[in-house]
């Protein structure tokens, strides 16, 4: 996610108008939306709303999607990894996220759909930027947990950073902090030991 996320302010609606007020948001509203280059998203009812991404930002989610794509390949893994913009359905909370980068394992498959995901994947991946570093460190954090997403990454393109969480119960513990000389970590994928600086751009 890149840019200031910026709360979309919604008049007080009745029930059966358009669009809803902050709160009352729901995957159906959100369909509604224009596709108008701006990236939304709903988190617990609330509306959303941020510019595209950065050049800087979708230098290192090109380089993941490379990485990660030939990792897959080489060690014959199942599964399924998408990148933005895909919509992600986590139920019981009211919540619409495109994440960065996620990736659903074999046995999950299920929740694929032709049009978006429904339930939390494996693995999620979060580009950070100034203007998102509280949304994405705080906000998502709580509902990526607390909707049972078992392994979510941040990448801090400032420092060429990643910090791995993984879910204990219903919250994040660290499994790790990588630096670019860093090789980081995986529960998720157990085999990947990947350089972090292999996601960083080289300009």
């Known amino acids: 996610m890149v840019m200031e996320m910026t709360a979309v302010q919604g008049q007080t609606k009745t029930k059966h108008t358009w669009p809803p007020p902050q709160g009352a948001w729901r995957y159906e509203d959100y369909l509604r939306l224009p596709d108008n280059g701006f990236r939304y998203e709903i988190i617990k009812g609330e509306l959303f709303m941020s510019p595209a991404p950065t050049i800087q930002h979708q230098r290192i989610l090109f380089n993941l999607i490379k990485l990660m794509g030939n990792f897959l390949e080489q060690n014959k893994i199942g599964g399924e990894a998408l990148a933005a913009p895909v919509d992600v359905n986590l139920p019981g909370i009211s919540t619409t996220v495109q994440p960065d980068f996620l990736f659903v394992s074999d046995g999950r498959l299920h929740i694929v759909r032709e049009k978006n995901i429904e339930g939390p994947p494996d693995l999620i991946v979060e580009i950070l930027s100034p203007g998102t570093a509280v949304y994405d460190r705080q906000t998502k ?57 292999t996601l960083c751009p080289t300009q």
């Open 141 to 197: 954090f709580q509902v990526y947990a607390a909707a049972g997403v078992r392994e979510y990454w941040l990448v801090d393109p400032e420092g060429c950073t990643v910090e791995v969480n993984v879910l204990r119960g219903q919250a994040y513990a660290p499994l790790g902090s990588f630096g670019p000389a860093d090789h980081m970590r995986s529960e998720v994928l157990l085999e990947w030991d990947t350089a972090v600086s």
